[in-house]
């Protein structure tokens, strides 16, 4: 609530009642990134919450500052085994448990980012007749966004096209962090100790890394350090980093980058996986990048996010078994003049103010209108 105060023209004081939204999303960062971005312009005027798994989103929410409510909900393996048996009765709890949250929460919105995580809180929205919208990340839509799809008031996608395979479809983009538009290069060669003499390389697979994008890089390293200085955000999983001596170029490597803003300021061209919010951030920061697609333990979704780009001129595409070339794929892109010319010129945007655009206009149409 917003206690407002006395008012002498209206002769009282009066309570305005912010509006509840409950996001939701889970199973990777891909998932939970994108709702912190929204819930940081929302937090102020609006009550945010957030429902998912014991995964990853319960400590990136809960380290935000966020409240959050855990519901176990059960992931499909994409293979046949005895664990995809026990679904029906795990998810069958998981939609009494998350109804019995959003009936004692009464969210005036629920807003779905996708992944397994999400669908018993779409479930007990719609239950409740509580409007429902979910925001596709990728080309193709995942599983949860077309079991979900006839819950919700709107799917948003990122990609137009995405759009038009939903009667309910309506492209807005990729909402991206605020804080990652806000990097400054200046800074951000001083705070990794880069002296800006060569090009700088940023290279990253993820949270955890990427062992298969580390082992080419290390293999690299030699060729890469003749032209580029690195920084390299190896993940958790990387526990030896290989002795670098007499090269031209700078070696920074760090576990982990919680200031993605920084980084990206820092970079004259990435080797990253090509997850959709990556992507879309490179773009909308005009960096020239080349992509690793993951592929195993994948549906393919960033491979087809990769391709389509690519299609346009605005990404490279090394696919994992082309690793070995790593460094001469590196060196294409860089002195590719006329790719990092389409890039700079591209004109994709971050899609987060359309997206906040739908939120408050299917708060609007509420039934009940504003509590005052």
Known sequence: MIFVPFNKKAGRAYTVFMKKILFTGGGSAGHVVPNLALMHELRFSHEVSYMGTGGIEKGLVEGAGYPFYRVDCPKL??????????IPFALHRAKREALEIVTKLQPDLVFSKGGFASYPAV?????????????????????????????????????????????????VGSPVRREVLAGERGRSLKKYGLDGKTPVLLIFGGGSGSRA????????????????????????????????????????????????????????????????????????????????????????????????????GLVKVLPEGELPHLSE????????????????????????????NVISETLQTQAGGARV
């Open 77 to 86: 393996v994409r293979s046949l085994c005895l664990e995809n048996f026990k």
């Open 123 to 171: 479930w007990a929205a719609h239950r409740l007749n509580i409007p429902v919208l979910t925001h596709e990340s990728d080309l193709s839509a995942g599983l949860c966004t077309r079991l979900i799809a006839r819950k919700c008031r709107y799917v948003l996608t990122s990609f137009p096209e995405t759009a038009l395979k939903f009667k309910n479809g309506k492209y």
């Open 213 to 312: 994008i580390n082992e080419a890089v290390f293999s690299a390293l030699p060729t890469l350090l003749d032209t580029f200085s690195i920084l390299h955000l190896t993940g958790s999983g990387q526990a030896h980093i290989p002795e670098i001596k007499n090269k031209r170029g700078q070696y920074v490597p760090r576990a982990f980058e919680n200031d993605m803003g920084s980084a990206y300021a820092a970079a004259d061209l990435v080797l990253s996986r090509a997850g959709s919010n990556t992507v879309f951030e490179l773009l909308a920061l005009k960096k020239p990048a080349v992509l690793v697609p993951l592929q195993k333990s994948s549906r393919g979704d960033q491979l087809e996010n990769a391709r389509y780009f690519e299609r346009q």
């Open 329 to 356: 794929k590196i060196s294409d892109a860089y002195g590719d003049a006329a790719f990092r010319e389409r890039v700079n010129s591209c004109k994709i945007e971050s899609g987060t103010e359309a997206i906040l």
